[in-house]
C-alpha cells in the first residue's frame, strides 16, 4: 500500500486543516494509508524515508536545518511531494533549500482576489488531460519559478493592478523531478472551498498520484 504524511499548519488564512482533511480523504480513497502532523518536526523523522508521498501545507513559518535537511534528502530519495499554493510555495521563506526542491516561491498576488483565466499549456499531459481552459476567481499568484520546471498551465497577467507585469505568462501547474523524487505544485487554492472547482480539485488530485514514488521503487 502506498503511504502519505500530510504535515499542516502555519498561517491559518489558508485553511490548512481543511485543506489536510480533503487531501487525507482523496489519498484514503485512491488506496494510500495516510497519517497527519501538525509540527514541523515530522518532517525531520526518519521515517518519512519509507514514504510514497508527502503533502506540506504550512503557509509562512519556519523549518529547522535538520528539518529541511531530513526532508529534502527524502524527496531526493524518492519519495514524492505535492502541493498547493502558499501552503507549499508560500512556506519557510528563510529556506532556500525548501525552495530548490519546490521549483518556485511565491512573492505577489496583485490585486489579491480577482477573476483570471488559467490556460492549459500542456493538453496531452495525463495531469491535464480532458481540462480546457477554465476562468477562476482567487489571488492570482506572482511566482519566482525555476526555469527548469514542466509548466503544465499558466496564468496571463493583465497590469490592471500591476502595470508594469503587463502579459506576463506565469506557470500555475507544474512538475519536475528533485533527485530521484517527483514534485507537483499548483498555485491555486486560498481557501479550501476552492477544492469545489472541478478543474482545480481534478488537478490536484492527478498531480498528488503523479508525484507519488512508483510502486515500482
Not at 62 to 81: F, P, R, S, W
Not at 186 to 205: Q, S
Request: glycine share 8%; charged share 20%.
Amino acid at each position: 500500500m502506498k503511504s502519505a504524511l500530510i504535515v499542516y499548519g502555519g498561517w491559518s488564512g489558508h485553511d490548512p486543516e481543511e485543506c489536510a482533511a480533503i487531501y487525507r480523504r482523496w489519498l484514503h480513497e485512491d488506496g494510500y494509508s495516510v497519517r497527519t502532523a501538525t509540527e514541523t518536526s515530522a518532517f525531520a523523522d526518519p521515517s518519512i524515508h519509507d514514504l510514497s508521498l508527502i503533502v506540506p501545507i504550512y503557509t509562512m513559518s519556519k523549518i529547522e536545518k535538520e528539518e529541511v535537511e531530513n526532508l529534502t534528502k527524502a524527496v531526493q530519495n524518492g519519495v514524492g511531494l505535492a502541493g498547493h499554493h502558499g501552503g507549499m510555495s508560500d512556506a519557510f521563506r528563510e529556506s532556500v533549500d525548501y525552495q530548490f526542491m519546490v521549483g518556485g516561491q511565491w512573492v505577489a498576488h496583485p490585486g489579491n482576489i480577482i477573476d483570471y483565466t488559467v490556460d492549459v499549456a500542456k493538453p496531452d499531459d495525463p495531469i491535464m488531460a480532458g481540462i480546457k481552459s477554465f476562468p477562476y476567481t482567487s489571488e492570482q499568484y506572482y511566482m519566482h519559478v525555476d526555469p527548469s520546471i514542466e509548466v503544465l498551465a499558466t496564468t496571463t497577467f493583465s497590469g490592471e493592478h500591476a502595470p508594469w507585469i503587463e502579459g506576463v505568462v506565469m506557470p500555475v501547474v507544474w512538475k519536475h523531478h528533485y533527485g530521484r523524487g517527483r514534485v507537483f505544485h499548483m498555485t491555486l487554492g486560498h481557501r479550501a472551498k476552492e477544492f469545489e472547482n472541478t478543474n482545480m480539485a481534478t488537478i490536484m488530485r492527478r498531480g498528488l498520484n503523479w508525484a507519488a514514488r512508483p510502486d515500482a521503487e
